[in-house]
């Protein structure tokens, strides 16, 4: 091992560790601290990148390989899972436990995004899409599965990426929401996986954010 990537594998690791520190604030949850942990992911993305010295073919984050990346086996009807899952929840979720459901969801949305203004919204969605795929798929999932088995890389980012998203609100629809966001984070996984490029996955996660935004409108 190079004295680079000795550097970028402790810097990972360090990474990790504080974007777990900050989502565990979510004990709390009405705490914002938790969100700094996209920031931090973001941030400990570029300078791993850096410190490795990675070729841009090889980065996790790349434009200039989209078309090449979404030909590549099963990564388009991946990319197109998120957008059923989304659906599959919303509606599961209001049957089970009525407006309640949809009322927290959007409740959970509004803290961070204007769904009343509808320009705004669309920036928001694409800018926080983005910045927590290169956190959790670019850096957390992408740079330590190359440190430990690829499954539990999945998992123990899934985890930290669903727990940063627990709210206030009753216990089951809280585990229940959590629970959609921990699959569809499996299934971003998967999608950078297949691709090894974050630019698909945030594809993905804006055009189910966005249905599923749409989607819980319409429902409620």
């Given at each position: 091992?190079?004295?680079?990537?000795?550097?970028?594998?402790?810097?990972?690791?360090?990474?990790?560790?504080?974007?777990?520190?900050?989502?565990?604030?979510?004990?709390?949850?009405?705490?914002?601290?938790?969100?700094?942990?996209?920031?931090?992911?973001?941030?400990?993305?570029?300078?791993?990148?850096?410190?490795?010295?990675?070729?841009?073919?090889?980065?996790?984050?790349?434009?200039?390989?989209?078309?090449?990346?979404?030909?590549?086996?099963?990564?388009?009807?991946?990319?197109?899972?998120?957008?059923?899952?989304?659906?599959?929840?919303?509606?599961?979720?209001?049957?089970?436990?009525?407006?309640?459901?949809?009322?927290?969801?959007?409740?959970?949305?509004?803290?961070?995004?204007?769904?009343?203004?509808?320009?705004?919204?669309?920036?928001?969605?694409?800018?926080?899409?983005?910045?927590?795929?290169?956190?959790?798929?670019?850096?957390?999932?992408?740079?330590?599965?190359?440190?430990?088995?690829?499954?539990?890389?999945?998992?123990?980012?899934?985890?930290?990426?669903?727990?940063?998203?627990?709210?206030?609100?009753?216990?089951?629809?809280?585990?229940?929401?959590?629970?959609?966001?921990?699959?569809?984070?499996?299934?971003?996984?998967?999608?950078?996986?297949?691709?090894?490029?974050?630019?698909?996955?945030?594809?993905?996660?804006?055009?189910?954010?966005?249905i599923s935004i749409i989607?819980?409108?319409?429902?409620?």
């Open positions: 091992m190079t004295e680079n990537s000795k550097k970028s594998t402790a810097l990972t690791l360090t990474g990790v560790i504080v974007m777990i520190l900050l989502t565990a604030t979510k004990v709390v949850p009405s705490s914002n601290i938790a969100g700094f942990s996209v920031l931090a992911g973001i941030a400990f993305f570029f300078i791993a990148e850096a410190i490795a010295k990675t070729p841009r073919a090889e980065s996790g984050l790349r434009f200039n390989t989209i078309p090449a990346d979404l030909k590549k086996p099963n990564v388009i009807i991946w990319a197109l899972l998120p957008v059923v899952s989304g659906i599959a929840a919303i509606i599961s979720g209001k049957l089970i436990f009525g407006g309640e459901y949809i009322s927290h969801l959007l409740g959970r949305s509004g803290d961070i995004l204007s769904l009343d203004k509808t320009a705004l919204l669309i920036i928001q969605v694409i800018i926080a899409a983005f910045g927590e795929e290169i956190a959790y798929r670019g850096f957390f999932f992408g740079k330590t599965s190359k440190m430990f088995p690829v499954w539990l890389c999945a998992l123990v980012s899934s985890l930290v990426f669903a727990a940063g998203h627990i709210a206030e609100g009753s216990i089951t629809i809280v585990l229940f929401d959590v629970a959609s966001v921990f699959i569809d984070s499996l299934i971003y996984s998967v999608i950078y996986y297949k691709s090894g490029n974050c630019v698909i996955s945030t594809f993905s996660h804006i055009l189910a954010n966005a989607a819980a409108f319409i429902i409620s």
